[in-house]
């Protein structure tokens, strides 16, 4: 059994306010790591257990009983319901309800438009980009979409303090509304990622009339082009948004409300599913999904993922995210050593498939396996060693165990993960981890505002790699917690987002994470299946490899309708 998470206060703040690192650590840390990893193979990941991908409880072929209201039961809490500044994947279910996109993706992963009418018209030289936008669409508040609308959401975007989008959206320098309903961004170098960044929060379109209104409280009320207006929220508790008659596909929107319901106990959720008390729940746990494939009256939705989970370490986030980064004066943030021995002494391999049942698949680097941007170096693991990390420790001068904090979500299968890993890493004797569980919502302002040592949490990941990587690597972005800088990183990004050719962006991210894998200031562990559960009096509902839900087209269906014609087509001769 892994032992008991141990706990303790919050140690005094070491970190200096220095804005440069010290020179000559990584250097000296880099030669201790080839010399102890030079003879030791890449760690190969066994392939997961082939698992059907099922993205969607068709509607087609069913009797819609129209109207209705829907509980759906979130894992956790969501964070503000703003598009420009939210982080938090569950915002992201909320607000696919409320407030489309210029772009989304479909089931096979493909960008598609949404608010847009036709993808992005690109000149020669890449520096432009034309997009053409609905013309029959309005926001819930009665205000016009249009181009102008679109130039007002994606300023603010790049401009509002606190916003997680600016870096997700590339080197603009100018954005236009050339008539009613066209947009021309121009761009000081080409930036091929800007599609899939507008089929997620920052394609997300905001009412002008409820930003001049609103300003930075826009999030306690917010007003979108949707399906679903807001309605109310109460903390820690629900999210309740009703059917916007002012949609332009209003004829396609079949309930009458949604509730989303906070229930983090994976337990709970699935009770609740059983009863009938909620009718969709996300991040089923990998210890009930088997029962509940099983069950009568509930269906699984089951996708393979695009993001990952992995260990932050803070190694220069000193004034919160995206501010200069500083020094921390602890062996784990300037020393690389400390954190190569941290990732040798982890077997994600056998951590994974045991506390997971194998559902979930190790991972070493923000690339999956199935996108189009995979490579070698992109699926390379540094190796398990635990004897290794222990001698790269003392090679260093480090005292073992070598203690570490590490923050993690209070839901039950991550703790369980982290009882499993502490177990783990300490049984050489090279590290000692202390747990600390956080509530959700809370961890994710504990990781922007760098007020830890290590945290263990994860991403839901992009179509584009971009996604997963410019703001979580780049010096300066958005979703850079760890504070890690590195000029030649910053080089690679750059050129990976400016490259057209899908073969050469590949490549550069390849080279991204073999530089990553050496620094580690972010060690990458797995990635999620994602887990949805529905009872069978609804149909509609889906799920991408994005990790989103989508309930916008959900409906309840009359279950004695379809069982009589089933039972019709089999009496047939």
Known sequence: MPPTPRTQPVPPDTRSRSPLKKAGVFASAAAMILAMTACQPLQALEPAPEREEVTTASLEGKTIVEGGDLVMALSAEPDRLDPTTSSSLYTRYVMQTMCQKLYDIDAAGELIPQLATELPEVSDDGLTVSIPVRKDAVFADGTDFNAEAVRKTIDRHLNLEGSSRASELGPITGIEATDEYTVEITY????????????????????????????????????????????????????????????????????????????TDANIRAANLRSGDV???????????????????????????????????????????????????????????????LSMSIDREALVNTVFNSWYQPACSPVSPESPFTSELSEDCPPFDPEGAVALLKEAGIETPYEIEMQVSNAPDTLRFAQALQAAV???????????????????????????????????????????????????????????????????????????????????????IERVQEDNPLIYLYRVRSLTAYTTDIAGVETFADGVVHLSNVAFIDEAAEAASAEAEGAQP
């Open 426 to 512: 300490s049984e050489e004797g090279a590290f000692s981890l202390t747990i600390v569980p956080v509530e959700y919502s809370t961890l994710l302002d504990v990781q922007s505002r760098g007020d830890f040592e290590m945290l263990q949490l994860g991403w839901s990941g992009r179509v584009d790699p971009h996604g997963n990587m410019f703001n979580f690597l780049s010096t300066g972005g958005g979703n850079n917690y760890s504070g890690y800088s590195e000029d030649d990183v910053d080089t690679l990004l750059r050129e990976a987002a400016q490259t057209i050719d899908e073969a050469e962006r590949a490549d550069l991210y390849g080279q991204v």
């Open 188 to 263: 000081e170098t080409p930036f091929a990622p800007l599609t899939a960044a507008l089929a997620d929060r920052a394609g997300m379109m905001l009412s002008p009339q409820a930003l001049d209104a609103a300003g930075e409280n826009f999030g306690d009320n917010p007003v979108c082009v949707g399906p679903f207006k807001f309605v109310d929220r109460v903390p820690q508790t629900s999210i309740s948004v009703e059917r916007d008659p002012l949609y332009y596909d209003a004829e396609n929107v079949h309930l009458d409300s949604i509730t989303y319901r906070i229930i």
């Open 279 to 341: 009718h969709v729940a996300d991040t089923i746990s990998p210890q009930d999904i088997d029962a509940l494939t099983q069950e009568e009256g509930i269906g699984v939705l089951q996708v393979g993922s695009l993001g990952y989970q992995g260990l932050t370490i803070n190694i220069g986030n000193t004034d919160g995210v995206g501010e200069p980064v500083g020094t921390i004066d602890t062996p784990l943030a300037e020393e690389a050593a400390v954190r190569m021995a």
